[in-house]
Every structure is written in C-alpha cells, then in structure tokens.
C-alpha cells in the first residue's frame, strides 16, 4: 500500500533499473511529470500512474510511504 498523510491506496510495485528502462518499455514516453532520468539506481524514488498520483493527492518530490504487511511465505527449493 501506498499512503500519504490520511490517503491510502493498494498497489503494485516493480522494480526498474533507470538507465535501461527507456529501452524496454514506453513508460518514459508517457510520463507526464518528472522524468526517468531523474531516478537514480539505489536510491528510494517512485514514478506513480496519473490515477493513483491524483487519489493520494501527491505530486511529484512529495514523499510517500510504502506500507508491505509482515508476512511469512514457506518456499521450495
């Protein structure tokens, strides 16, 4: 989940790797504000769809919280 001040919204994450993004997908030729670039590999930065950005109120250097339930998951190997 994602929140901001009192707004929370459930969401998905993926991880990218900034550099090589632009050659995989459109998604920097959709982003609206801000711009891959201005990621940085290692660092905690978020891009946010315009729907989700607009339901939390958020704009673009605002900082959110990232909230992941505590969990336990048994894996094979």
Do not use: C, H, Y
Request: charged content about 25%; cysteine-free; aromatic content about 2%.
């Amino acid at each position: 989940m994602l929140s901001l001040g009192q707004s929370v919204q459930g969401v998905m994450v993926r991880g990218i790797d900034p550099a090589r993004e632009s050659g995989i997908t459109e998604l920097s030729d959709k982003m609206k504000k801000g711009a891959l670039s201005d990621l940085r590999g290692g660092e905690f930065a978020i891009v946010l769809g315009t729907d989700l950005a607009r339901a939390l109120g958020v704009m673009v250097g605002d900082k959110v919280m990232l909230i992941a339930p505590q969990g336990r998951s048994r894996l094979r190997a």
